[in-house]
Protein backbone atom coordinates (compact mmCIF):
# COMPACT_ATOMS: atom_id res chain seq x y z
CA UNK A 1 0.00 0.00 0.00
CA UNK A 2 1.14 3.65 -0.45
CA UNK A 3 1.98 5.31 2.45
CA UNK A 4 1.68 9.65 2.04
CA UNK A 5 0.58 12.30 4.88
CA UNK A 6 -3.18 13.04 5.29
CA UNK A 7 -2.35 15.99 3.83
CA UNK A 8 -1.10 14.99 0.82
CA UNK A 9 -4.02 12.16 0.64
CA UNK A 10 -6.10 15.51 0.35
CA UNK A 11 -4.37 16.75 -2.40
CA UNK A 12 -4.66 13.94 -4.64
CA UNK A 13 -8.09 13.60 -3.87
CA UNK A 14 -8.36 17.82 -4.99
CA UNK A 15 -6.90 16.07 -8.38
CA UNK A 16 -9.03 13.34 -9.16
CA UNK A 17 -12.40 15.18 -8.33
CA UNK A 18 -10.97 17.37 -10.99
CA UNK A 19 -9.55 20.40 -9.15
CA UNK A 20 -7.23 22.32 -11.30
CA UNK A 21 -6.67 25.84 -9.41
CA UNK A 22 -6.73 27.03 -5.76
CA UNK A 23 -6.55 30.30 -4.22
CA UNK A 24 -5.34 31.13 -0.92
CA UNK A 25 -3.18 32.30 1.61
CA UNK A 26 -0.58 30.01 3.59
CA UNK A 27 0.27 30.15 6.93
CA UNK A 28 1.66 28.47 10.01
CA UNK A 29 -0.92 25.40 10.77
CA UNK A 30 -1.98 24.77 6.81
CA UNK A 31 1.97 24.55 5.97
CA UNK A 32 2.09 21.10 5.75
CA UNK A 33 -1.04 20.54 3.10
CA UNK A 34 1.16 23.75 0.97
CA UNK A 35 3.87 21.73 1.37
CA UNK A 36 1.94 18.51 0.09
CA UNK A 37 -0.01 21.19 -2.64
CA UNK A 38 3.77 21.69 -4.32
CA UNK A 39 5.68 18.40 -4.12
CA UNK A 40 2.37 16.83 -5.78
CA UNK A 41 1.96 19.81 -8.43
CA UNK A 42 -0.83 19.70 -10.55
CA UNK A 43 -3.13 22.61 -8.78
CA UNK A 44 -2.44 26.01 -10.00
CA UNK A 45 -2.89 28.13 -6.63
CA UNK A 46 -3.05 31.68 -6.69
CA UNK A 47 -1.79 33.89 -3.88
CA UNK A 48 -4.59 36.29 -2.81
CA UNK A 49 -4.79 39.64 -0.41
CA UNK A 50 -7.13 38.58 1.88
CA UNK A 51 -8.96 35.07 2.84
CA UNK A 52 -12.02 36.38 2.06
CA UNK A 53 -10.69 37.67 -1.13
CA UNK A 54 -9.92 34.34 -2.00
CA UNK A 55 -12.83 32.74 -0.96
CA UNK A 56 -14.66 34.97 -3.86
CA UNK A 57 -12.18 34.05 -6.25
CA UNK A 58 -13.32 30.20 -5.61
CA UNK A 59 -16.98 31.29 -5.64
CA UNK A 60 -15.72 33.23 -9.46
CA UNK A 61 -14.25 30.55 -10.76
CA UNK A 62 -17.02 27.61 -9.73
CA UNK A 63 -19.86 30.00 -11.14
CA UNK A 64 -17.80 30.44 -14.67
CA UNK A 65 -18.02 26.76 -15.96
CA UNK A 66 -20.62 23.72 -15.49
CA UNK A 67 -18.50 21.47 -13.34
CA UNK A 68 -16.32 23.58 -11.74
CA UNK A 69 -15.10 23.76 -7.81
CA UNK A 70 -13.51 26.34 -6.61
CA UNK A 71 -11.21 25.84 -3.64
CA UNK A 72 -9.73 28.17 -1.01
CA UNK A 73 -7.29 28.33 1.66
CA UNK A 74 -6.07 29.27 4.34
CA UNK A 75 -4.57 28.62 7.88
CA UNK A 76 -6.01 28.49 10.98
CA UNK A 77 -8.42 31.30 13.16
CA UNK A 78 -8.96 34.61 11.44
CA UNK A 79 -8.31 32.74 8.30
CA UNK A 80 -11.50 30.64 8.30
CA UNK A 81 -13.47 33.65 9.71
CA UNK A 82 -12.58 35.57 6.68
CA UNK A 83 -13.83 33.25 4.43
CA UNK A 84 -17.74 32.94 6.39
CA UNK A 85 -18.51 35.59 4.09
CA UNK A 86 -17.76 33.46 0.82
CA UNK A 87 -19.49 30.66 2.67
CA UNK A 88 -22.89 32.99 3.37
CA UNK A 89 -22.45 33.94 -0.20
CA UNK A 90 -21.92 30.64 -1.90
CA UNK A 91 -24.72 29.04 0.02
CA UNK A 92 -27.11 31.61 -0.36
CA UNK A 93 -26.68 31.28 -4.31
CA UNK A 94 -25.94 27.70 -4.04
CA UNK A 95 -23.12 27.39 -5.19
CA UNK A 96 -20.10 24.65 -4.36
CA UNK A 97 -16.94 25.77 -2.96
CA UNK A 98 -14.22 24.17 -0.79
CA UNK A 99 -12.80 26.01 1.61
CA UNK A 100 -10.00 24.30 3.62
CA UNK A 101 -8.80 25.73 6.84
CA UNK A 102 -5.53 24.81 8.69
CA UNK A 103 -5.69 24.42 12.85
CA UNK A 104 -3.77 24.28 15.95
CA UNK A 105 -2.87 20.56 16.85
CA UNK A 106 -5.33 18.68 18.17
CA UNK A 107 -4.40 18.01 21.71
CA UNK A 108 -4.61 22.23 22.93
CA UNK A 109 -7.56 22.94 20.30
CA UNK A 110 -9.79 23.40 23.75
CA UNK A 111 -6.45 25.09 25.47
CA UNK A 112 -6.84 28.46 23.53
CA UNK A 113 -4.29 27.88 21.60
CA UNK A 114 -2.67 30.96 19.38
CA UNK A 115 -5.29 31.03 16.26
CA UNK A 116 -7.17 28.01 17.72
CA UNK A 117 -11.08 28.83 17.17
CA UNK A 118 -13.93 25.85 16.53
CA UNK A 119 -14.59 27.36 12.56
CA UNK A 120 -16.45 24.20 12.03
CA UNK A 121 -19.27 25.14 14.41
CA UNK A 122 -19.12 28.71 13.29
CA UNK A 123 -19.29 27.80 9.39
CA UNK A 124 -22.13 24.92 10.41
CA UNK A 125 -25.01 27.43 9.26
CA UNK A 126 -23.72 28.73 5.74
CA UNK A 127 -22.61 25.15 4.31
CA UNK A 128 -23.13 21.66 3.53
CA UNK A 129 -20.78 20.28 6.02
CA UNK A 130 -18.48 21.91 8.02
CA UNK A 131 -15.70 19.59 9.99
CA UNK A 132 -12.72 19.60 11.73
CA UNK A 133 -10.76 16.19 11.06
CA UNK A 134 -9.23 14.63 14.42
CA UNK A 135 -7.89 11.46 13.38
CA UNK A 136 -6.12 11.46 9.96
CA UNK A 137 -6.83 8.11 8.29
CA UNK A 138 -10.67 9.89 8.09
CA UNK A 139 -9.00 12.80 5.84
CA UNK A 140 -9.62 10.80 2.06
CA UNK A 141 -13.50 9.64 3.50
CA UNK A 142 -14.48 13.48 4.91
CA UNK A 143 -12.65 14.92 1.49
CA UNK A 144 -14.63 12.19 -0.59
CA UNK A 145 -17.76 13.53 1.17
CA UNK A 146 -17.24 16.70 0.44
CA UNK A 147 -17.25 16.41 -3.31
CA UNK A 148 -20.38 14.15 -2.97
CA UNK A 149 -21.97 16.99 -0.79
CA UNK A 150 -21.20 19.91 -3.10
CA UNK A 151 -22.69 18.24 -6.14
CA UNK A 152 -25.32 16.34 -5.09
CA UNK A 153 -28.96 18.03 -4.59
CA UNK A 154 -28.92 21.54 -4.10
CA UNK A 155 -24.99 22.56 -4.62
CA UNK A 156 -23.76 24.13 -2.14
CA UNK A 157 -19.85 24.88 -0.46
CA UNK A 158 -18.08 22.57 2.88
CA UNK A 159 -15.57 23.58 5.54
CA UNK A 160 -12.67 21.05 6.21
CA UNK A 161 -10.88 22.07 9.04
CA UNK A 162 -7.20 20.60 9.52
CA UNK A 163 -5.46 20.54 12.80
CA UNK A 164 -1.52 20.29 11.65
CA UNK A 165 -0.69 17.05 12.93
CA UNK A 166 -3.44 15.59 11.16
CA UNK A 167 -2.12 17.11 8.06
CA UNK A 168 1.59 15.81 9.10
CA UNK A 169 0.61 12.03 9.83
CA UNK A 170 1.13 9.26 7.41
CA UNK A 171 -1.89 7.32 6.63
CA UNK A 172 -2.30 4.39 4.04
CA UNK A 173 -3.61 5.49 0.38
CA UNK A 174 -3.93 4.67 -3.02
CA UNK A 175 -4.33 7.51 -5.23
CA UNK A 176 -4.53 5.32 -8.68
CA UNK A 177 -7.54 3.15 -7.46
CA UNK A 178 -9.72 6.78 -6.09
CA UNK A 179 -13.05 7.47 -7.36
CA UNK A 180 -15.46 10.12 -6.62
CA UNK A 181 -18.84 8.84 -4.96
CA UNK A 182 -21.78 10.04 -7.45
CA UNK A 183 -23.43 12.78 -7.07
CA UNK A 184 -27.63 12.46 -5.90
CA UNK A 185 -29.99 14.51 -7.90
CA UNK A 186 -33.83 14.02 -7.57
CA UNK A 187 -35.12 13.63 -10.78
CA UNK A 188 -38.87 14.18 -12.22
CA UNK A 189 -41.53 11.81 -13.13
CA UNK A 190 -43.66 11.44 -16.17
CA UNK A 191 -46.77 11.81 -14.42
CA UNK A 192 -45.24 14.87 -12.59
CA UNK A 193 -44.23 16.84 -15.91
CA UNK A 194 -48.04 15.89 -17.52
CA UNK A 195 -49.62 17.08 -15.03
CA UNK A 196 -47.57 20.28 -14.57
CA UNK A 197 -48.26 20.82 -18.46
CA UNK A 198 -51.61 20.13 -18.23
CA UNK A 199 -51.89 22.88 -15.95
CA UNK A 200 -50.04 25.63 -18.55
CA UNK A 201 -52.16 24.26 -21.14
CA UNK A 202 -55.23 25.27 -19.61
CA UNK A 203 -53.95 28.73 -18.87
CA UNK A 204 -53.92 31.63 -21.73
CA UNK A 205 -50.82 33.77 -20.49
CA UNK A 206 -48.57 32.04 -18.87
CA UNK A 207 -44.61 32.53 -18.16
CA UNK A 208 -41.68 30.45 -17.37
CA UNK A 209 -39.62 31.78 -14.73
CA UNK A 210 -36.07 30.62 -14.88
CA UNK A 211 -33.87 30.75 -11.97
CA UNK A 212 -30.13 30.21 -11.45
CA UNK A 213 -30.96 26.23 -10.93
CA UNK A 214 -30.92 25.91 -14.30
CA UNK A 215 -27.77 27.50 -15.01
CA UNK A 216 -26.22 25.13 -12.41
CA UNK A 217 -27.86 22.27 -14.11
CA UNK A 218 -26.05 23.38 -17.07
CA UNK A 219 -30.32 23.43 -18.75
CA UNK A 220 -30.35 26.34 -20.76
CA UNK A 221 -30.58 25.08 -24.10
CA UNK A 222 -33.62 22.53 -22.59
CA UNK A 223 -35.23 25.45 -21.14
CA UNK A 224 -34.93 27.62 -24.32
CA UNK A 225 -36.16 24.37 -26.24
CA UNK A 226 -39.22 23.89 -24.16
CA UNK A 227 -40.32 27.34 -24.17
CA UNK A 228 -40.15 27.56 -27.54
CA UNK A 229 -42.11 23.85 -27.61
CA UNK A 230 -44.77 25.55 -26.27
CA UNK A 231 -44.65 29.02 -27.26
CA UNK A 232 -43.89 30.46 -23.52
CA UNK A 233 -42.63 33.89 -23.29
CA UNK A 234 -39.58 33.45 -20.44
CA UNK A 235 -38.84 35.89 -17.17
CA UNK A 236 -35.04 34.81 -16.17
CA UNK A 237 -34.44 35.72 -12.84
CA UNK A 238 -30.98 37.81 -11.96
CA UNK A 239 -29.07 34.85 -10.99
CA UNK A 240 -30.84 33.42 -13.94
CA UNK A 241 -29.91 36.08 -16.41
CA UNK A 242 -28.32 34.80 -19.63
CA UNK A 243 -30.83 32.04 -19.71
CA UNK A 244 -31.45 32.44 -23.29
CA UNK A 245 -30.21 35.64 -25.10
CA UNK A 246 -31.88 38.90 -24.10
CA UNK A 247 -33.10 39.58 -28.03
CA UNK A 248 -34.65 36.21 -28.07
CA UNK A 249 -38.59 36.28 -29.46
CA UNK A 250 -39.91 34.61 -25.85
CA UNK A 251 -38.04 36.68 -23.55
CA UNK A 252 -40.00 38.63 -21.31
CA UNK A 253 -37.75 40.52 -19.48
CA UNK A 254 -36.63 40.61 -15.63
CA UNK A 255 -39.33 40.86 -12.72
CA UNK A 256 -38.88 42.66 -9.53
CA UNK A 257 -38.60 45.19 -7.40
CA UNK A 258 -34.94 46.49 -8.59
CA UNK A 259 -33.29 44.35 -10.58
CA UNK A 260 -36.34 44.56 -13.52
CA UNK A 261 -37.36 45.96 -17.12
CA UNK A 262 -40.53 48.37 -17.31
CA UNK A 263 -42.10 45.65 -19.76
CA UNK A 264 -41.17 42.59 -17.73
CA UNK A 265 -42.88 43.62 -14.60
CA UNK A 266 -45.77 44.69 -17.13
CA UNK A 267 -46.22 41.63 -18.80
CA UNK A 268 -45.75 40.07 -15.89
CA UNK A 269 -48.74 41.51 -14.60
CA UNK A 270 -51.08 40.48 -16.90
CA UNK A 271 -49.87 36.37 -16.87
CA UNK A 272 -52.58 33.97 -15.16
CA UNK A 273 -49.80 30.80 -14.92
CA UNK A 274 -46.48 30.65 -13.81
CA UNK A 275 -43.66 27.82 -14.16
CA UNK A 276 -40.77 28.41 -11.59
CA UNK A 277 -38.17 25.87 -12.83
CA UNK A 278 -34.57 26.43 -10.44
CA UNK A 279 -35.62 29.76 -8.82
CA UNK A 280 -36.59 30.23 -4.93
CA UNK A 281 -38.95 33.37 -4.93
CA UNK A 282 -36.22 35.96 -3.86
CA UNK A 283 -38.14 38.83 -2.22
CA UNK A 284 -36.60 41.26 -4.59
CA UNK A 285 -38.03 39.41 -7.34
CA UNK A 286 -41.79 39.15 -5.68
CA UNK A 287 -42.57 41.98 -3.75
CA UNK A 288 -45.34 42.05 -1.95
CA UNK A 289 -46.77 38.48 -2.56
CA UNK A 290 -50.17 39.14 -2.19
CA UNK A 291 -49.61 41.40 -5.79
CA UNK A 292 -47.26 38.97 -6.92
CA UNK A 293 -49.46 35.83 -6.69
CA UNK A 294 -53.13 37.50 -7.33
CA UNK A 295 -54.71 36.13 -10.21
CA UNK A 296 -52.04 32.96 -10.78
CA UNK A 297 -51.55 29.48 -10.88
CA UNK A 298 -47.86 28.63 -9.80
CA UNK A 299 -45.92 25.42 -10.11
CA UNK A 300 -42.39 25.10 -8.45
CA UNK A 301 -39.85 22.65 -9.70
CA UNK A 302 -36.90 22.94 -7.63
CA UNK A 303 -33.71 20.12 -6.60
CA UNK A 304 -34.23 21.21 -2.99
CA UNK A 305 -37.40 19.63 -1.18
CA UNK A 306 -37.92 22.54 1.48
CA UNK A 307 -37.95 25.26 -1.18
CA UNK A 308 -40.94 24.32 -2.16
CA UNK A 309 -43.64 26.10 -0.49
CA UNK A 310 -40.69 28.11 1.69
CA UNK A 311 -42.00 31.65 -0.06
CA UNK A 312 -45.82 30.87 -0.34
CA UNK A 313 -47.10 27.45 -1.26
CA UNK A 314 -47.62 26.70 -4.94
CA UNK A 315 -50.70 25.13 -6.54
CA UNK A 316 -48.22 22.19 -7.83
CA UNK A 317 -44.75 21.80 -6.38
CA UNK A 318 -42.55 19.09 -8.26
CA UNK A 319 -38.58 18.05 -6.45
CA UNK A 320 -36.11 17.84 -9.32
CA UNK A 321 -32.96 18.78 -10.31
CA UNK A 322 -33.64 21.20 -13.40
CA UNK A 323 -32.38 19.42 -16.10
CA UNK A 324 -33.78 16.00 -15.08
CA UNK A 325 -36.89 17.66 -15.14
CA UNK A 326 -36.54 20.08 -18.53
CA UNK A 327 -35.66 16.76 -20.24
CA UNK A 328 -38.82 15.01 -19.49
CA UNK A 329 -40.44 18.63 -20.00
CA UNK A 330 -39.39 19.07 -23.80
CA UNK A 331 -40.35 15.22 -24.13
CA UNK A 332 -43.72 15.68 -22.96
CA UNK A 333 -44.18 18.67 -24.92
CA UNK A 334 -42.77 17.71 -28.34
CA UNK A 335 -44.98 14.31 -28.50
CA UNK A 336 -47.48 17.23 -27.53
CA UNK A 337 -47.26 19.79 -30.61
CA UNK A 338 -46.64 16.14 -32.68
CA UNK A 339 -49.89 16.00 -32.05
CA UNK A 340 -51.47 19.34 -32.18
CA UNK A 341 -52.55 19.34 -29.01
CA UNK A 342 -50.68 22.49 -27.72
CA UNK A 343 -52.29 25.72 -27.62
CA UNK A 344 -50.90 28.88 -29.84
CA UNK A 345 -49.26 31.60 -27.74
CA UNK A 346 -48.28 33.76 -30.22
CA UNK A 347 -50.09 36.81 -29.95
CA UNK A 348 -49.23 36.75 -26.03
CA UNK A 349 -45.28 36.10 -26.91
CA UNK A 350 -46.02 39.37 -29.53
CA UNK A 351 -47.88 41.20 -26.62
CA UNK A 352 -44.70 40.79 -24.07
CA UNK A 353 -42.57 42.11 -27.29
CA UNK A 354 -44.79 44.85 -27.90
CA UNK A 355 -43.91 45.89 -24.63
CA UNK A 356 -40.07 45.09 -24.62
CA UNK A 357 -40.76 47.98 -27.48
CA UNK A 358 -42.33 50.80 -26.19
CA UNK A 359 -41.60 50.44 -22.14
CA UNK A 360 -37.71 51.72 -22.32
CA UNK A 361 -35.48 53.67 -20.02
CA UNK A 362 -33.86 56.34 -20.73
CA UNK A 363 -29.79 55.60 -21.26
CA UNK A 364 -28.38 58.62 -23.44
CA UNK A 365 -27.99 61.89 -21.85
CA UNK A 366 -24.81 64.08 -22.39
CA UNK A 367 -24.89 65.57 -18.62
CA UNK A 368 -21.42 66.61 -16.98
CA UNK A 369 -21.37 65.28 -14.60
CA UNK A 370 -22.05 61.84 -16.00
CA UNK A 371 -25.49 60.48 -15.32
CA UNK A 372 -25.00 56.47 -14.79
CA UNK A 373 -27.38 55.53 -17.85
CA UNK A 374 -24.79 56.41 -19.99
CA UNK A 375 -22.44 54.64 -18.85
CA UNK A 376 -24.61 51.49 -19.55
CA UNK A 377 -25.15 52.58 -22.67
CA UNK A 378 -21.69 52.86 -23.68
CA UNK A 379 -20.84 49.31 -21.94
CA UNK A 380 -23.52 48.14 -24.33
CA UNK A 381 -21.77 49.54 -27.14
CA UNK A 382 -18.28 48.42 -26.18
CA UNK A 383 -18.45 45.02 -25.15
CA UNK A 384 -20.08 42.16 -27.16
CA UNK A 385 -22.40 39.46 -26.35
CA UNK A 386 -19.07 36.64 -25.42
CA UNK A 387 -18.91 39.36 -22.65
CA UNK A 388 -18.80 37.76 -18.80
CA UNK A 389 -20.13 40.56 -16.56
CA UNK A 390 -19.14 40.69 -12.55
CA UNK A 391 -21.07 42.73 -10.57
CA UNK A 392 -22.50 42.18 -6.71
CA UNK A 393 -24.85 44.79 -5.08
CA UNK A 394 -25.92 48.71 -5.21
CA UNK A 395 -27.24 51.19 -7.74
CA UNK A 396 -24.38 49.96 -9.91
CA UNK A 397 -25.65 46.81 -10.00
CA UNK A 398 -29.45 47.29 -9.96
CA UNK A 399 -28.76 50.09 -12.78
CA UNK A 400 -26.72 47.69 -14.86
CA UNK A 401 -29.12 45.08 -14.76
CA UNK A 402 -32.03 46.67 -15.91
CA UNK A 403 -29.54 48.54 -18.98
CA UNK A 404 -26.89 46.02 -19.66
CA UNK A 405 -27.70 43.33 -22.09
CA UNK A 406 -26.71 39.63 -21.64
CA UNK A 407 -26.85 36.83 -24.42
CA UNK A 408 -25.56 33.29 -23.01
CA UNK A 409 -25.82 31.50 -19.24
CA UNK A 410 -23.01 32.09 -16.56
CA UNK A 411 -22.03 35.85 -18.71
CA UNK A 412 -24.18 37.16 -15.81
CA UNK A 413 -21.82 36.65 -12.57
CA UNK A 414 -23.83 37.96 -9.50
CA UNK A 415 -24.23 37.79 -5.79
CA UNK A 416 -27.57 37.36 -5.40
CA UNK A 417 -28.68 36.57 -2.00
CA UNK A 418 -25.98 37.70 0.09
CA UNK A 419 -24.58 40.70 -2.03
CA UNK A 420 -21.69 41.62 0.27
CA UNK A 421 -19.49 44.83 -0.55
CA UNK A 422 -16.13 44.30 -1.92
CA UNK A 423 -17.28 40.70 -3.82
CA UNK A 424 -16.82 41.86 -7.43
CA UNK A 425 -13.03 42.04 -7.46
CA UNK A 426 -12.01 38.70 -5.96
CA UNK A 427 -14.78 37.55 -8.19
CA UNK A 428 -13.90 38.96 -11.43
CA UNK A 429 -10.34 37.43 -10.97
CA UNK A 430 -11.61 34.05 -10.49
CA UNK A 431 -14.04 33.85 -13.38
CA UNK A 432 -10.51 35.60 -15.81
CA UNK A 433 -8.47 32.40 -13.86
CA UNK A 434 -11.37 30.22 -15.28
CA UNK A 435 -11.40 31.30 -18.63
CA UNK A 436 -8.63 33.13 -19.72
CA UNK A 437 -9.82 34.42 -23.35
CA UNK A 438 -13.04 35.85 -22.12
CA UNK A 439 -13.90 39.34 -21.87
CA UNK A 440 -14.05 39.97 -18.28
CA UNK A 441 -16.00 43.17 -17.11
CA UNK A 442 -16.64 44.07 -13.51
CA UNK A 443 -19.07 46.71 -12.46
CA UNK A 444 -18.37 48.59 -8.94
CA UNK A 445 -19.85 51.03 -7.34
CA UNK A 446 -17.29 53.07 -5.47
CA UNK A 447 -17.63 51.80 -1.94
CA UNK A 448 -18.07 48.15 -3.21
CA UNK A 449 -14.30 48.90 -5.28
CA UNK A 450 -13.14 50.16 -2.35
CA UNK A 451 -13.83 47.42 0.43
CA UNK A 452 -11.48 44.49 -1.14
CA UNK A 453 -9.23 46.81 -3.62
CA UNK A 454 -5.81 45.35 -2.59
CA UNK A 455 -6.74 42.26 -4.77
CA UNK A 456 -6.19 44.37 -7.92
CA UNK A 457 -2.52 43.44 -6.81
CA UNK A 458 -3.22 39.49 -7.05
CA UNK A 459 -4.17 40.30 -10.95
CA UNK A 460 -1.07 42.40 -11.47
CA UNK A 461 0.81 39.63 -10.11
CA UNK A 462 -0.66 36.61 -11.29
CA UNK A 463 -1.47 38.25 -15.15
CA UNK A 464 -5.39 37.97 -14.71
CA UNK A 465 -6.40 40.86 -17.32
CA UNK A 466 -10.22 42.09 -16.79
CA UNK A 467 -11.87 45.56 -17.94
CA UNK A 468 -13.22 46.82 -14.37
CA UNK A 469 -15.85 49.59 -14.82
CA UNK A 470 -15.89 51.93 -11.76
CA UNK A 471 -19.13 54.23 -11.31
CA UNK A 472 -17.73 57.02 -8.43
CA UNK A 473 -20.54 59.09 -6.94
CA UNK A 474 -18.56 59.48 -3.89
CA UNK A 475 -21.78 58.19 -2.30
CA UNK A 476 -23.25 55.09 -1.13
CA UNK A 477 -26.19 55.44 -3.60
CA UNK A 478 -28.20 52.36 -2.77
CA UNK A 479 -28.41 53.61 1.26
CA UNK A 480 -28.50 56.91 0.35
CA UNK A 481 -31.34 56.25 -2.06
CA UNK A 482 -33.22 54.15 0.93
CA UNK A 483 -32.74 56.88 3.53
CA UNK A 484 -35.30 58.93 1.74
CA UNK A 485 -38.16 56.79 3.47
CA UNK A 486 -36.82 58.00 6.58
CA UNK A 487 -36.07 61.73 5.42
CA UNK A 488 -32.11 61.39 6.17
CA UNK A 489 -28.94 61.57 4.09
CA UNK A 490 -27.03 60.38 6.74
CA UNK A 491 -23.64 58.56 7.31
CA UNK A 492 -23.72 57.51 3.45
CA UNK A 493 -21.35 59.98 1.89
CA UNK A 494 -18.05 59.38 1.34
CA UNK A 495 -16.64 63.40 0.11
CA UNK A 496 -13.36 64.52 1.21
CA UNK A 497 -11.18 67.36 -0.49
CA UNK A 498 -8.04 64.68 -1.13
CA UNK A 499 -5.43 66.95 -0.29
CA UNK A 500 -2.86 64.72 -2.90
CA UNK A 501 -5.59 65.26 -5.98
CA UNK A 502 -7.32 68.58 -5.69
CA UNK A 503 -8.10 68.26 -9.18
CA UNK A 504 -11.26 65.67 -7.84
CA UNK A 505 -12.65 68.05 -6.00
CA UNK A 506 -14.76 66.19 -3.34
CA UNK A 507 -14.77 62.78 -5.03
CA UNK A 508 -11.89 61.63 -2.42
CA UNK A 509 -10.33 58.78 -2.88
CA UNK A 510 -7.81 58.96 -5.75
CA UNK A 511 -8.75 55.42 -7.72
CA UNK A 512 -6.62 56.03 -10.96
CA UNK A 513 -3.47 56.18 -8.18
CA UNK A 514 -4.59 53.26 -6.19
CA UNK A 515 -4.90 51.27 -8.88
CA UNK A 516 -1.73 52.50 -10.78
CA UNK A 517 0.18 51.88 -7.18
CA UNK A 518 -1.40 48.56 -6.96
CA UNK A 519 0.43 47.82 -10.67
CA UNK A 520 -2.69 47.84 -12.58
CA UNK A 521 -3.80 50.49 -15.10
CA UNK A 522 -6.66 53.14 -14.97
CA UNK A 523 -8.33 55.73 -16.97
CA UNK A 524 -10.46 58.61 -15.53
CA UNK A 525 -13.81 59.80 -17.51
CA UNK A 526 -15.52 63.21 -16.77
CA UNK A 527 -16.92 63.59 -20.40
CA UNK A 528 -19.90 60.82 -21.52
CA UNK A 529 -18.84 61.80 -24.96
CA UNK A 530 -15.04 60.12 -24.41
CA UNK A 531 -16.48 56.79 -22.28
CA UNK A 532 -16.12 54.62 -25.95
CA UNK A 533 -12.91 55.77 -26.00
CA UNK A 534 -12.00 55.00 -23.03
CA UNK A 535 -13.49 51.19 -22.74
CA UNK A 536 -11.82 50.40 -26.00
CA UNK A 537 -8.63 51.16 -24.99
CA UNK A 538 -9.15 49.64 -21.67
CA UNK A 539 -9.55 46.75 -23.47
CA UNK A 540 -6.04 46.94 -25.11
CA UNK A 541 -4.46 47.76 -22.41
CA UNK A 542 -5.42 44.60 -20.73
CA UNK A 543 -4.61 42.82 -23.47
CA UNK A 544 -1.18 44.08 -23.89
CA UNK A 545 -0.24 44.54 -20.07
CA UNK A 546 -1.94 41.56 -18.90
CA UNK A 547 -3.32 43.09 -15.60
CA UNK A 548 -6.86 44.37 -14.55
CA UNK A 549 -7.55 48.33 -16.16
CA UNK A 550 -9.96 49.90 -14.34
CA UNK A 551 -12.25 52.64 -16.30
CA UNK A 552 -13.33 55.03 -13.18
CA UNK A 553 -16.72 57.11 -14.94
CA UNK A 554 -17.24 60.89 -12.70
CA UNK A 555 -20.56 60.59 -12.11
CA UNK A 556 -23.50 63.22 -10.67
CA UNK A 557 -23.44 62.95 -7.19
CA UNK A 558 -27.20 62.24 -6.44
CA UNK A 559 -29.13 59.51 -9.38
CA UNK A 560 -31.96 57.84 -8.38
CA UNK A 561 -32.56 54.46 -9.93
CA UNK A 562 -35.86 53.13 -10.64
CA UNK A 563 -37.41 50.94 -8.06
CA UNK A 564 -40.17 49.81 -5.62
CA UNK A 565 -40.58 52.53 -2.88
CA UNK A 566 -43.76 50.40 -1.89
CA UNK A 567 -42.49 46.63 -1.90
CA UNK A 568 -45.32 46.50 -5.23
CA UNK A 569 -43.94 45.40 -8.72
CA UNK A 570 -46.67 47.37 -9.65
CA UNK A 571 -45.61 50.20 -8.44
CA UNK A 572 -42.27 50.95 -9.25
CA UNK A 573 -41.25 54.25 -9.07
CA UNK A 574 -39.61 55.77 -12.40
CA UNK A 575 -37.08 58.73 -11.22
CA UNK A 576 -35.70 59.82 -14.56
CA UNK A 577 -37.64 60.65 -17.41
CA UNK A 578 -38.31 58.02 -19.53
CA UNK A 579 -37.12 57.35 -23.41
CA UNK A 580 -39.85 59.07 -25.72
CA UNK A 581 -37.88 58.94 -29.00
CA UNK A 582 -35.40 55.94 -29.74
CA UNK A 583 -32.38 58.24 -29.64
CA UNK A 584 -33.10 58.29 -25.95
CA UNK A 585 -32.24 54.53 -25.59
CA UNK A 586 -29.94 53.87 -28.67
CA UNK A 587 -28.87 50.32 -27.64
CA UNK A 588 -32.11 49.31 -26.37
CA UNK A 589 -32.61 45.46 -27.32
CA UNK A 590 -36.03 46.28 -29.49
CA UNK A 591 -35.37 49.98 -31.43
CA UNK A 592 -38.14 52.19 -28.98
CA UNK A 593 -41.44 51.89 -30.93
CA UNK A 594 -43.31 55.31 -30.35
Same mark, same amino acid.
Given at each position: ?110 ? /? ?30 FQQAFHLMRSGRP ?14 EIEFDPETYEPLQ ?41 ? /? ?62 ? $? ?63 ? /? ?48 ? $? ?48 ? /? ?98 AILERVTNIAMST ?29
Amino acid at each position: MARMTAARAAVEILKREGVTNAFGVPGAAINPFYAALKASGGVNHTLARHVEGASHMAEGYTRTHPGNIGVCIGTSGPAGTDMITGLYSAIGDSIPILCITGQAPTAVIHK /EDFQAVDIASIAKPVTKMAVTVLEAAQVPGVFQQAFHLMRSGRPGPVLIDLPIDVQLTEIEFDPETYEPLQAYKPAATRPQIEKAIRLLNESERPLIVAGGGVINADAAELLV /EFAELTGTPVVPTLMGWGLLPDDHELNAGMVGLQTSHRYGNATFLESDFVLGIGNRWANRHTGK $LDVYTAGRTFVHVDIEPTQIGRIFAPDYGITSDAKAALELFVEVARELKAAGRLPDRSAWAASAQ /EKKATLQRRTHFDDIPIKPQRVYEEMNKAFGPETRYVSTIGLSQIAGAQM $LHVFKPRHWINCGQAGPLGWTIPAALGVAKADPEAQVVALSGDYDFQFMI /EELAVGAQHRIPYVHVLVNNAYLGLIRQAQRAFDIDFQVKLEFENINSPELGVYGVDHVKVAEGLGCKAIRVTDPNELGAALEQAKKLAAEFQVPVVVEAILERVTNIAMSTTNDIGNVVEFEELATEPGHAPTSIRTLKV
